[in-house]
């Protein structure tokens, strides 16, 4: 009977074409709709997934010590929260001394508007009023509202990705050993093989994409305190987390300072922020195209055109958190299919 129906199915015509493609898309809106409603639960969870990956090696390195491995997670667990916490409020401090030293730049804002009078009577498309207006339109005190209410939001998401990682660092040991009783025949062994790679690589990934992300902001750092531009270690901070964002996170890390250097009183005005704009242009290129690779070859190959589509995926899902997620959760989905039989061609696909 089911030999009948399927042979009907593959000689029906055309819908049984249609079909497939008709209830993929069904699914793929449904778990979208899924990702969006419940993301309070699932981005904590992804984000636990993540930092059980990259906290498991320090308690274990503390269990191989003598440590018990609850004192571990602990000891472990309250050191991530403290620099988490540590990081948070020196960015919302800058964030508000920004907002406080305000009208310091405005005189600067000013004085550019007075310049563009000269630029009108050359160019008639630029005037005072129309880029006063276009001032006018930015609202800082919206901004750095805005920026205070995100990083709420993160810390809330934090706290909740904590409490996931106090069951996921506790279980991650045991795992292999819960598999193997799971699926008793073959395909147990072949499921720990493939959970331990996936492991191994990703945790590859997030420490060398960590360290090149510090290295990015200390690149940013320096220069920004050679050339005297304010809040540069906060354009530092910035520069690190966004160097997870592919593409466009090494040109959004580079505008604000360069804004801030312009906008200084006490600096060289337009030549000095195109001066600092060259020098952290030239720095982004030799860590994003040069050291990166280097250290991202041995753990990742996934290709640009996933790495962008993830980009805009998460983004749009999950929003900032997202884009700095996608990479990563890309990342996992490459290293699942290169590790399961049935699913390499998709990562090959994926892969660069």
């Keep these: 009977m089911l030999t009948r129906l399927s042979q009907r199915a593959a000689h029906s015509g055309p819908g049984s074409k249609v079909l497939p493609v008709f209830l993929f898309l069904s699914i793929a809106l449904i778990l979208g709709w899924l990702l969006v409603t419940l993301k309070f639960i699932f981005l904590p969870m992804l984000l636990a997934l993540f930092a059980t990956f990259l906290l498991s090696p320090p308690v274990e390195w503390l269990y191989r010590r003598g440590i018990p491995r609850p004192l571990g997670i602990v000891i472990t667990l309250a050191t991530a929260a403290a620099i988490c916490w540590m990081g948070a409020s020196y960015i919302s401090a800058s964030f508000v001394a920004f907002h406080d030293g305000f009208p310091k730049y405005e005189e600067r804002i000013q004085e550019l508007v007075a310049q563009a009078k000269t630029l009108s009577e050359h160019f008639s498309f630029i005037s005072a009023d129309r880029i006063r207006a276009a001032l006018n339109s930015i609202s800082l005190s919206g901004l750095v509202g805005g920026t ?200 090959v696909l994926l892969g660069n």
Excluded: H
């Design 148 to 347: 205070l209410n995100s990083f709420i939001t993160i810390l809330a998401y934090t706290s909740v990705t904590l409490l996931f990682l106090l069951y996921f660092l506790p279980a991650f040991p045991r795992m292999a050993d819960k598999i193997r009783r799971a699926f008793p025949d073959k395909r147990g062994p072949m499921l720990c093989r493939a959970m331990a790679s996936i492991g191994r690589q990703v945790q590859s990934y997030i420490w060398a994409k960590t360290i090149t992300s510090l290295i990015t902001g200390a690149g940013v750092t320096i220069p920004c305190l050679i050339f005297g531009v304010d809040f540069a270690v906060t354009w530092g901070v910035f520069a690190a987390l966004l160097n997870f964002v592919p593409t466009i996170g090494t040109v959004l890390s580079v505008i604000p300072p360069v804004i801030v250097c312009a906008l200084q009183p006490d600096l060289g005005g337009i030549t000095t922020a195109m001066w600092l704009a060259g020098v952290l242009m030239i720095i982004m290129g030799l860590t994003g195209n040069v050291m990166e690779p280097l250290m991202l070859g041995q753990s990742v190959d996934l290709s640009p055109t996933a790495s962008l589509v993830a980009l805009f995926l998460w983004g749009w899902l999950w929003g900032a958190v997202g884009m700095l997620i996608a990479v990563p959760a890309m990342a996992m989905v490459k290293f699942t299919c290169d590790n399961i039989e049935s699913l390499k061609p998709i990562g």
